[in-house]
């Protein structure tokens, strides 16, 4: 893969910005297995192999089992993820794909019966933050972590 900038040398301040969000991410009430179905399932959605890597990592650390991660881009078709983490990954995959209308109104009226207003928010704050994190990774050619 080609070398390109590293835009946390180049723009430090950016990257500053950016951890901001992230420290908002981790200090939220969502639990960290939350956190990282979100991280995942936007990292796959988006295709960035850093971000997958990282977070596939962080979620064996945070508790979360082989099966579930090797099943998450299926997780429609399996009844291994609750209720409500079925709510988070949808709208993680409508915020992502923007471009196919957003979040739908049959999933935020889900997401209000689950969670409270709070939560919805931090959920959609989290999905933000994943794919802006993609975004640089994938645009910079972010080396893996072997």
């Not at 200090?27 to 997958?52: M, P, T, W, Y």
């Not at 935020?108 to 933050?129: G, L, R």
């Amino acid at each position: 893969m080609e070398k390109r900038i590293q835009i946390d040398v180049s723009e430090p301040l950016a990257y500053k910005a950016m951890y901001a969000l992230g420290n908002y991410v981790r200090q939220s009430q969502l639990s960290d297995i939350h956190k990282e179905l979100i991280n995942i399932r936007v990292s796959q959605l988006n295709g960035c192999a850093f971000c997958i890597n990282m977070h596939t990592k962080d979620a064996l650390e945070n508790g979360e089992t082989q099966q579930r991660i090797f099943l998450l881009d299926a997780w429609k078709g399996t009844d291994i993820f609750t209720e409500e983490e079925k709510v988070i990954l949808q709208i993680t995959e409508e915020v992502t794909m923007i471009h196919n209308n957003g979040l739908t109104t049959k999933t935020y009226e889900k997401a209000i019966e689950k969670f409270d207003e709070k939560y919805v928010s931090q959920i959609i704050m989290a999905v933000i933050n994943i794919n802006a994190w993609n975004r640089i990774a994938i645009s910079t050619h972010k080396p893996i972590d072997q």
